[in-house]
């Protein structure tokens, strides 16, 4: 069966999928706990994808993708991976990257500090050397950036994939998954100004086993007016089952501005575009809010009550299930949101309080295609 975990890092992102054929990819990696704090309940995340990774007797990740370069999605990724591009970043226990996955906005952007730096080094050094790296965008949005650096654009064209294309090289005959990308749109990189949560990788990812299929949406930082678009160009296309989901990892830690422009006074109420995006949710379907413990209050910052107010609505209509990492399975004691994928469905593993095994929730059952 395949796994897909969600680890508890406030308002911070990192998900590990497990295929059944043994590869693993990493969708964003952010190491915010607070070592000198004993009340910082975030995981430790360095010492629990090492952990992972030693368990497996591996040194690589298959895959590893940033949707976009702010601290949330990207903090302390040079402290744990293996990077080409300085021997700084090569002692031999960090983890490898056999493909990384990055937004052209990682490439064009100006002015990076920080961890935010050091992936547009990796990222160009690999670019620039075609070796292990996708690029999300149209080819012809980054002319100016190879025309700068002396590079022929029609020599890489084969290391970009743009919204609406399969990424290639994984597919249900080898893999048992289809990845289909939604964003980020080529056109979103031509304003000399980028907006990263605009230009973020947004995906689903399908997983079949036994040849039945099991649908996740993985959202970055992604706003209202960048789902609209989304939607109207997915559904133009007659491609709806492509915003199918069972499981949804919801944009922005759970911010009313992924739903509507207005907060709402009690539920924030969806534009009408992204509320048909959530009814495409089949029964007993998961949604997860990568975030905080969501209080019931108003606050400036996400998390927002308002709109984790629509999602638990969205999840009770379907039967369903919705998550807060912070808060499973108890708030004062958070752990990793680890589901199974098989031909049932999806499982959440729930612990029992200090037993070693695993009780496992209801598994949905499945339709094939």
């Known amino acids: 069966m395949h796994k897909v975990t969600f680890y508890p890092l406030g308002n911070a992102d990192c998900s590990l999928i497990e295929l059944d054929n043994g590869k693993n990819f990493l969708f964003d990696y952010s190491h915010c706990r607070d070592e000198s704090d004993d009340n910082d309940l975030r995981i430790d995340l360095k010492n629990s994808i090492l952990e992972k990774m030693e368990d497996k007797e591996k040194d690589f990740f298959d895959v590893v993708t940033f949707t976009h370069a702010d601290d949330d999605h990207i903090k302390g990724f040079s402290d744990i991976f293996y990077l080409e591009h300085s021997s700084k970043y090569q002692d031999e226990d960090r983890l490898k990257i056999n493909e990384l996955w990055v937004p052209a906005s990682v490439i064009i952007e100006k002015d ?154 009690k539920k924030t109420e969806p534009i009408e575009e992204v509320q048909w995006l959530f009814n495409q949710g089949q029964e007993k379907c998961t949604i997860i809010s990568t975030s905080k413990v969501i209080e019931d209050e108003d606050s400036d910052q996400p998390p927002h009550y308002q709109a984790k107010n629509f999602y638990k609505e969205i999840a009770t209509d379907k039967d369903g299930e919705f998550i807060v990492t912070m808060e499973h399975p108890k708030p004062s004691k958070p752990e990793p949101l680890e589901i199974e994928i098989d031909e049932t469905g999806t499982t959440i593993l729930k612990r029992n309080l200090g037993a070693v095994g695993v009780l496992t929730s209801r598994p949905a059952p499945r339709a094939g295609d």
């Open 112 to 265: 990076l500090e920080n961890d935010a730096e050091i992936l547009q080094k990796e990222a160009r050094y690999r670019l620039k050397n075609k070796s292990n790296i996708k690029i999300f965008s149209r080819p012809s949005m980054l002319k100016d950036w190879f025309k700068n650096n002396g590079l022929d654009i029609n020599e890489y064209k084969e290391l970009m994939i743009d919204a609406g294309q399969i990424v290639p090289n994984f597919n249900y005959t080898d893999d048992s998954i289809e990845i289909f990308v939604h964003s980020p749109f080529a056109k979103r990189e031509e304003d000399e100004l980028i907006d990263r949560n605009l230009c973020s990788i947004v995906v689903q990812i399908t997983f079949m086993s036994s040849k039945e299929y099991t649908r996740v949406i993985l959202s970055a930082d992604t706003p209202h007016e960048n789902w609209k678009e989304i939607v109207e160009i997915t559904r133009g296309k007659d491609r709806e089952e492509k915003l199918s989901w069972d499981i949804f990892k919801i944009p922005h830690h759970c911010s009313y501005k992924s739903l509507s422009d207005e907060k709402g006074d």
